[in-house]
Every structure is written in structure tokens, then in C-alpha cells.
């Protein structure tokens, strides 16, 4: 299936030579090979490559300029240019138009002559094919919404599973569980942020950041659930106390996957923890230990419901999820 970036590329390119063949510059497909090379994936980042590959041939045709005057068209000239504007190109952090800078430079080798009129024609050169690359990236970008929306499900759907095996291990610490949609929900976060990143510039005119938080808020609370999972290997014995947390647990499967953050399952914690001091205390070592580990999975989840309140704060005048 071609992309939208390689029919993209395809009408720069032709657009490119077709407009310096109507200008009159030559080598007119130099002109379509510049635009190649300016199209990118998104909006900013399109800029920045146009921005650097301009500035970069503008300095090496200056460099080039001034070696060819003072050493003549040799082949070892090039070698001078190579090894005087390269570096810093590096250095001005113009790396990604060395290329665009080394056409344009073997363009005025090749012509064997550095006059005003070879100049204006390779500076039409660049305009003319990074401009219509600038033009294509910045025309259309695919948009990154639904494929955001869907992970996003997904990544709640599988929080919703994880808590659900949690719930069924204090039930049943016999219970097996592979941990898979652990790595699965650790695979679409990292998704969402590289995708999040890449609506963010796309948007030049407005700036939003609700999909980069809210994946940032995700990767913080698979943190606290790794953490989670590490506490409740303690839980060997089912015990009172792990049960009414399991129930706690069950009511965050859907609650997780809310739109708004009602706090619920923050208030029914908090009445838990009530509960739990006016139980009789432990009556064996192993009572404790399990008893112990069931209140700092709540104290655990307490950090995890935290996180999104956090988030809640952030973005004003909208609500959260847990």
C-alpha cells in the first residue's frame, strides 16, 4: 500500500521540476531531487528540515565559493569543502542539510565557474524545490485522532483486565496470571506517546497537550501498578481484609474506564482504611505479613488514583479519568 508520505513526495518532486523547467533553472530535476528531500512526516518537523537545509546550502555555497576562487576546479577542492564545512555544518547543528548543501555545491563544480547569475540560479534551485516541499507538508498531514481515541480504549480496557486479576488473586491467591496485558498496556503507552507526538507537530496553530498528558499520566500509573504486583506476591493466605479490597478493585474495572474522574473508588478507599483499625489485630506472623502487604496495596492504589488527580489539575476546566 503506498503511504500518504510517498504520494506526497511524488507531487513535490514533479511539481518542483515542472516549476523550474517554466523558470528556466538549471539542472531543472535538481529542483525535484530538493524536494524529495524536504518532505516530511510532519508539519514542524518539515519546517526545521526545510529551515536547516536552506541555511546549511546557503553556507556551503559560500564555502564552495570562496575554496573554488582560491584554488581553482579541483578535484581536490572538493575535498577542502569536505573537510572545512562539514564540520561545521556538524557544529551549527545543520547536519541534515549537508546533502541538499553537497547538490548544490557539485552543481557549481561541475559548471566550472562561481558567477552571480550560477548563484541566483541555484538559490532558485533550492526556493523552488524546498518550497514546494514546505508547501506539501504543510497542505496535508494525517490526522492522529482516531488511531489516539482507539488506543486509549485499549489502554483502559487492559488496566481494566489487570485490576480485575488483581481482585481475583486477593480472592484467590492460587490464582494464575501471566501478566500479559501487562506488557501490552507498557507496548500502547509507548505508542500513544511517539503518536501523541507526532499530533503535537502537526498542530502549529494550537497548542495542545491533553493526548501527551494523558499517556504521560498512563506510563505513571503502569509504574504504581507494577508496584502493585510486586506487593501482592505477599498475599500467599486469603484473608478479610484482601477481600473488601478486591471489592475496591472490581469497581475500578469500570470506573477506569470513565471519562470523568468521579472518585468513587478514592471514597470507598478511604472508608476501607476506617474499617480496617477497627478490626482485631493480627493473630500470627503470617496473618501480619499478608495483612501488611494488603495495606500497602492501598496505600499503593491511593498513589495510583493520586496520579490522575493530578492530571485532573492540569487540565482546567475539562475532567479526568482514573
Not at 35 to 45: P, S
Amino acid at each position: 500500500m503506498i503511504g500518504i508520505r510517498v504520494i506526497k513526495t511524488a507531487i513535490a518532486g514533479l511539481a518542483a521540476i515542472y516549476t523550474a523547467i517554466y523558470l528556466g533553472l538549471e539542472p531543472a530535476l535538481s529542483a525535484g531531487l530538493l524536494a524529495i528531500l524536504g518532505v516530511e512526516v510532519t508539519r514542524m518537523r518539515g519546517i526545521r528540515n526545510v529551515a536547516s537545509r536552506m541555511m546549511a546550502s546557503v553556507l556551503g555555497l559560500f564555502f564552495a565559493s570562496l575554496i573554488f576562487t582560491l584554488f581553482g576546479f579541483e578535484i581536490w577542492s572538493l575535498s577542502i569543502f569536505i573537510l572545512i564545512a562539514f564540520p561545521i555544518l556538524t557544529r551549527l547543528k545543520l547536519k541534515e542539510g549537508i546533502v541538499t548543501s553537497s547538490v548544490i555545491v557539485f552543481h557549481v563544480f561541475e559548471r566550472q565557474e562561481v558567477t552571480m547569475s550560477l548563484i541566483g540560479n541555484e538559490i532558485m534551485l533550492l526556493i523552488t524545490g524546498l518550497g514546494w516541499a514546505t508547501v506539501l507538508n504543510m497542505l496535508y498531514m494525517p490526522r492522529e485522532d482516531h488511531k489516539l481515541k482507539e488506543l486509549r480504549h485499549q489502554i483502559e480496557a487492559t488496566f481494566s483486565t489487570i485490576f480485575k486479576e488483581l481482585a481475583q488473586t486477593l480472592q484467590n491467591p492460587r490464582h494464575v496470571w501471566n501478566g500479559e496485558e501487562l506488557l501490552q498496556a507498557g507496548d500502547l503507552i509507548k505508542q500513544g506517546l511517539d503518536r501523541s507526538s507526532t499530533y503535537q507537530e502537526n498542530r502549529l496553530w494550537r497548542y495542545e497537550t491533553y493526548w501527551r498528558t494523558y499517556f504521560d499520566m498512563r506510563s505513571q500509573q503502569l509504574e504504581s501498578i507494577q508496584q502493585m504486583l510486586t506487593l501482592i506476591a505477599f498475599v500467599y493466605e486469603k484473608v478479610p481484609q484482601g477481600l473488601l479490597l478486591a471489592d475496591v478493585l472490581l469497581k475500578l474495572t469500570e470506573e477506569v474506564k470513565s471519562d470523568v474522574y468521579e472518585g468513587a473508588v478514592e471514597r470507598e478507599l478511604d472508608e476501607l482504611e476506617e474499617r480496617y483499625r477497627l478490626m482485631p489485630l493480627p493473630q500470627t506472623r503470617e496473618e501480619f505479613e499478608v495483612r501488611a502487604a494488603v495495606l500497602q496495596l492501598c496505600h499503593e492504589l491511593e498513589r495510583y488514583l493520586s496520579i490522575a488527580k493530578r492530571w485532573k489539575k492540569r487540565r482546567k476546566g475539562k475532567t479526568s479519568v482514573a
